[in-house]
């Protein structure tokens, strides 16, 4: 697999809280020049990249990021300021509390109300499996199928833990044939972004591909 194939799976990354104008544009002239399948962005900098390179950049960014127990509403409002601001990807996080007190149904129906806002744009849905035992892992591949969503993504890269080969194997056997995968946080080298994309894996969350490449 060459580095141009690699690189047109990569969400370009950088969430970091401090993050610049200058690496937000690092980021974006990084994305142009390798051909990644987006950039992933905070929120607050959606209006100002979309100003800047228009239909250039493909832009994803975060809603309910990273810890997931906003409400309902208010993720709905993010969702819909960043698709105004010139958004074409979302990546939500889940409800965690509600995974843990078994309310499935209520994270399904966030997750179905969510891809309603998003429309024909992509979803994709954050898990955060280090938090989550296999059981409740298995569940989720469930409820985001079931919800409609585009794709389920394993981590935020800011919980305890990141991706691993396991929950990629364990995704594919439950998810629907229509729910794509995104292995985010803990990628640390070239043989980790072959690894995850011949898994299966349509997309890879990293800050660091140019690097690793």
Known sequence: MNKEE???HVDHTQLKAFATWEDIKTLC????????ASVCVPPCYIKRIHD??????????????????SVTE????????????GASEIDMVINITDVKNGDFDGVKEEIKTLKGVVGDKILKVIIETCYLTEEEKIAMCKVVTDAGADFIKTSTGFGSGGATREDIRLFKQHIGPNVKMKAAGGIRSAQDLEDYLELGCERLGTSSAMKLL
Do not use: M, R
């Open 6 to 8: 690699i690189l047109s």
């Open 29 to 36: 002239d990084e994305a142009i020049k390798f051909h990644t």
């Open 52 to 69: 800047t390179y228009g239909d250039d950049i493909n832009i994803c960014t975060v809603v309910g990021f990273p810890l997931g127990y």
């Open 74 to 85: 208010a993720k709905v409002a993010e969702t819909k300021k960043a698709l105004e601001d």
